[in-house]
């Protein structure tokens, strides 16, 4: 069975430091990944995706997240961190069978991201 | 030029109302879906459509009743609102695979039950 962990619930950092929040996924098949962000009282916007392309993938905002198989893990990294960072990040995992993988769309249970000035 | 539209924002109701939350989507999409968010921002998928039809519906209680007129609208129905259905209320877009294509997401529904 496909999972997502987000370890961390909450996570803070100082603005300029480096972020990183991580996920884990459980996967019997080749899994697509994804990070999406939420801001405060808006909708979910996705931040950057793996499909098998490369295992560094490059998002908005100076995002990225690596993809290690060996590891099962698919953290996401920020260099440096601004205020306008602070929001909610949520790992996503899609399964890559059937028709329709909608039952299928996974997400953690998300990492609430704090900058301190 | 908003891509997911849902209205209204904010929705405040007593307890054993029936209310509707509208969502539309502009992207040429075929397949739609509700989403629940709940305090402590953990998501669940509720129902989702392709092409006008159903093709998930999670373990939702019956009093919920979405429906799509066109693959455009997908709407929500809720009957008898309890105090548990208060929680933000998200309709979300994808093309029709969805495996590697992501979600579009409206600004959510915030429903209190009081």
């Known amino acids: 069975a496909q999972s997502v962990t987000q370890l961390g619930s909450h996570v803070s950092v100082s603005e300029g430091a480096l972020v990183l929040l991580r996920c884990n996924y459980s996967s019997s098949v080749p899994p697509y990944l994804f990070w999406y962000v939420q801001y405060p009282n808006q909708g979910l916007q996705l931040l950057l995706k793996?499909?098998?392309?490369?295992?560094l993938v490059k998002g908005i905002n100076d995002f990225e997240a690596e993809f290690k198989k060996s590891e099962t893990s698919f953290h996401l990294t920020k260099p440096s961190a601004h205020m306008s960072d602070a929001a909610e990040y949520f790992c996503v995992v899609t399964h890559t069978r059937g028709y329709s993988s909608a039952s299928k769309i996974i997400f953690g249970s998300g990492t609430r991201l704090s900058i301190r000035p | 030029d908003t891509a997911v539209s849902q209205t209204p924002k904010y929705l405040v109701t007593q307890m054993g109302n029936d209310k509707s939350i509208k969502c539309e989507q502009n992207?040429?999409?075929?397949?739609m879906y509700w989403y629940k968010q709940d305090s402590k921002k953990f998501l669940k998928i509720m129902f989702s459509?392709?092409?006008?039809?159903?093709?998930i519906n999670e373990t939702v209680p019956n009093r919920f009743s979405p429906k799509s007129p066109d693959k455009a609208h997908l709407n929500l129905h809720i009957n008898s609102l309890e105090l548990g259905d208060s929680a933000v209320y998200f309709c979300a877009s994808s093309p029709e695979d969805s495996r590697n294509s992501p979600l579009h997401f409206g600004n959510g529904t915030r429903l209190t039950v009081t």
């Open positions: 793996y499909t098998s392309a490369a295992t």
């Open positions: 992207l040429g999409h075929d397949t």
């Open positions: 459509y392709n092409n006008k039809e159903l093709i």
